[in-house]
């Protein structure tokens, strides 16, 4: 593992071979011994046939090999297959579901994304960490699909220091959801919420025809450290035309620094997974803050008004504005009470929100990354009442076969199986950020 902080290693896998479609059933991480605290999480994509002359090959997702074709690279942040973060356990599947996988399906080969949140940029790790799949040649009678909401990874969401509680929204339009939808809708399952260290809250809205449906799913009392797949107490049916709208709050009152949306732990997201049947069309639906609007009304007001210490020179390179663009936004000061009210009225001044539609392979939906959406008029969430989400449980009905990504197989005497370990190793890299027209943060990850 990289002596540095923040990691993301890429490793490529085939999934076995069958001659007639299969499910997968269940995954389950395997996370190495007394590595709890470097792993901080890990997700398996769907990729293309495009990867089989790459198996043999791992590398750093931020700086991969200048070999890999656009096929290999876009399998990341593509079809998540599944997403397990620190403090979950595993994702089972109910009798009725599963992911379909060889035969004649698009998921023949998979890619590992690991997360290692190295704080002390330690230089000793070696790490086997993986995932173990679950698998039945018994097709189920559903395809099933995970679904991702919520905030696109980019600069654009910005978090003063010193604040108590912070509020974001992300919206999925009805635009998309009835592009990518099937006509029946989908049934939600489970689900799984993520922000990083400054969360205090992740809650998914359902909005439909204008009125405002019971929450997807909730959590206000998030915790980093305790992350798991909630199997929801009933399911929950989302139709095309619908909105999903996912909010975070956070708590930057202990935090001296600009916190910006981003890969590392200390770095800020707002995701949730949603686990789905009948699989759709759909996989892919972020949002983020127009960046026009984040330039315009605040960068350039911010930097008139002399709130940053750095600042961006036009007549450099792309590669080089990004980076200053980076470090200026970290560098702004939000000691004076202008400079606080000057980034909250940029951001609730907005009622808009850039918004990307996608199906696999990165195929958009709905034109490209260029939609722009209205935010629906809400308000502010309760405490959550009633019952709890319970937690997503194993289920037992049929025999597996299993095969392990990353891992050092181990035991299970839940379900009779074969084992095949793939290992993967690490290695260093950074985020790259890019300019388009005046100054535009690309997103890096899905």
Same mark, same amino acid.
């Given at each position: 593992?990289?002596?540095?902080?923040?990691?993301?290693?890429?490793?490529?896998?085939?999934?076995?071979?069958?001659?007639?479609?299969?499910?997968?059933?269940?995954?389950?991480?395997?996370?190495?011994?007394?590595?709890?605290?470097?792993?901080?999480?890990?997700?398996?994509?769907?990729?293309?046939?495009?990867?089989?002359?790459?198996?043999?090959?791992?590398?750093?997702?931020?700086?991969?090999?200048?070999?890999?074709?656009?096929?290999?690279?876009?399998?990341?942040?593509?079809?998540?297959?599944?997403?397990?973060?620190?403090?979950?356990?595993?994702?089972?599947?109910?009798?009725?579901?599963?992911?379909?996988?060889?035969?004649?399906?698009?998921?023949?080969?998979?890619?590992?994304?690991?997360?290692?949140?190295?704080?002390?940029?330690?230089?000793?790790?070696?790490?086997?960490?993986?995932?173990?799949?679950?698998?039945?040649?018994?097709?189920?009678?559903?395809?099933?699909?995970?679904?991702?909401?919520?905030?696109?990874?980019?600069?654009?969401?910005?978090?003063?220091?010193?604040?108590?509680?912070?509020?974001?929204?992300?919206?999925?339009?009805?635009?998309?959801?009835?592009?990518?939808?099937?006509?029946?809708?989908?049934?939600?399952?489970?689900?799984?919420?993520?922000?990083?260290?400054?969360?205090?809250?992740?809650?998914?809205?359902?909005?439909?025809?204008?009125?405002?449906?019971?929450?997807?799913?909730?959590?206000?009392?998030?915790?980093?450290?305790?992350?798991?797949?909630?199997?929801?107490?009933?399911?929950?049916?989302?139709?095309?035309?619908?909105?999903?709208?996912?909010?975070?709050?956070?708590?930057?009152?202990?935090?001296?620094?600009?916190?910006?949306?981003?890969?590392?732990?200390?770095?800020?997201?707002?995701?949730?997974?949603?686990?789905?049947?009948?699989?759709?069309?759909?996989?892919?639906?972020?949002?983020?803050?127009?960046?026009?609007?984040?330039?315009?009304?605040?960068?350039?007001?911010?930097?008139?008004?002399?709130?940053?210490?750095?600042?961006?020179?036009?007549?450099?390179?792309?590669?080089?504005?990004?980076?200053?663009?980076?470090?200026?936004?970290?560098?702004?000061?939000?000691?004076?009470?202008?400079?606080?009210?000057?980034?909250?009225?940029?951001?609730?001044?907005?009622?808009?929100?850039?918004?990307?539609?996608?199906?696999?392979?990165?195929?958009?939906?709905?034109?490209?990354?260029?939609?722009?959406?209205?935010?629906?008029?809400?308000?502010?969430?309760?405490?959550?009442?009633?019952?709890?989400?319970?937690?997503?449980? $194993?289920?037992? /009905? *049929?025999? !597996?076969?299993? &095969? @392990? =990504? +990353? %891992? #050092?197989?181990? $035991?299970?005497? /839940? *379900?009779? !199986?074969?084992? &095949? @370990? =793939? +290992? %993967? #190793?690490?290695? $260093?890299?950074?985020?790259?950020?890019?300019?388009?027209?005046?100054?535009? %943060?690309?997103?890096?990850?899905?």
């Amino acid at each position: 593992v990289p002596a540095k902080p923040t990691t993301y290693w890429c490793s490529p896998f085939k999934l076995p071979v069958l001659q007639n479609e299969a499910h997968i059933i269940r995954f389950e991480p395997v996370v190495q011994e007394n590595h709890e605290e470097l792993v901080h999480h890990i997700l398996v994509y769907e990729c293309s046939d495009k990867l089989e002359p790459f198996l043999n090959v791992s590398w750093d997702c931020d700086n991969p090999p200048d070999s890999l074709p656009y096929e290999v690279l876009g399998c990341r942040g593509s079809v998540v297959l599944t997403a397990w973060a620190v403090g979950g356990a595993d994702m089972s599947f109910p009798s009725q579901v599963g992911l379909p996988m060889s035969g004649g399906t698009d998921t023949q080969y998979a890619l590992m994304e690991t997360h290692y949140n190295n704080e002390k940029s330690s230089p000793t790790y070696v790490d086997s960490s993986g995932m173990r799949v679950y698998y039945t040649p018994t097709k189920r009678q559903y395809d099933g699909s995970i679904l991702q909401f919520g905030s696109t990874v980019s600069v654009n969401l910005l978090l003063p220091p010193g604040l108590k509680d912070i509020k974001m929204q992300n919206t999925c339009p009805g635009a998309c959801s009835s592009a990518g939808l099937p006509p029946g809708g989908v049934n939600v399952f489970a689900s799984m919420l993520h922000s990083h260290t400054a969360g205090t809250a992740v809650w998914v809205e359902h909005i439909r025809n204008g009125s405002k449906l019971p929450n997807i799913d909730e959590n206000f009392n998030y915790d980093f450290n305790f992350q798991d797949v909630i199997l929801l107490r009933n399911e929950v049916k989302i139709l095309p035309g619908d909105e999903v709208q996912v909010f975070c709050r956070y708590d930057t009152s202990d935090r001296k620094e600009v916190t910006l949306g981003g890969e590392g732990t200390l770095d800020e997201m707002c995701l949730a997974f949603l686990v789905v049947y009948p699989k759709p069309t759909l996989t892919v639906c972020l949002s983020q803050i127009p960046t026009d609007v984040l330039v315009h009304l605040y960068y350039i007001p911010a930097l008139i008004r002399g709130y940053l210490t750095n600042y961006v020179n036009d007549s450099a390179d792309d590669a080089t504005k990004g980076v200053q663009f980076f470090y200026s936004l970290k560098s702004i000061d939000f000691s004076s009470q202008g400079s606080r009210d000057l980034w909250s009225g940029t951001y609730w001044s907005s009622k808009y929100r850039d918004y990307v539609c996608r199906a696999s392979g990165h195929r958009h939906i709905l034109g490209g990354v260029g939609n722009r959406t209205l935010l629906t008029e809400i308000k502010d969430p309760e405490d959550p009442t009633g019952v709890t989400p319970e937690p997503c449980v $194993g289920f037992t /009905e *049929e025999p !597996a076969t299993t &095969q @392990a =990504l +990353g %891992a #050092t197989t181990v $035991g299970t005497t /839940e *379900e009779p !199986a074969t084992t &095949q @370990a =793939l +290992g %993967a #190793t690490a290695d $260093g890299g950074v985020s790259i950020w890019s300019f388009i027209g005046c100054i535009v %943060a690309i997103v890096i990850m899905t």
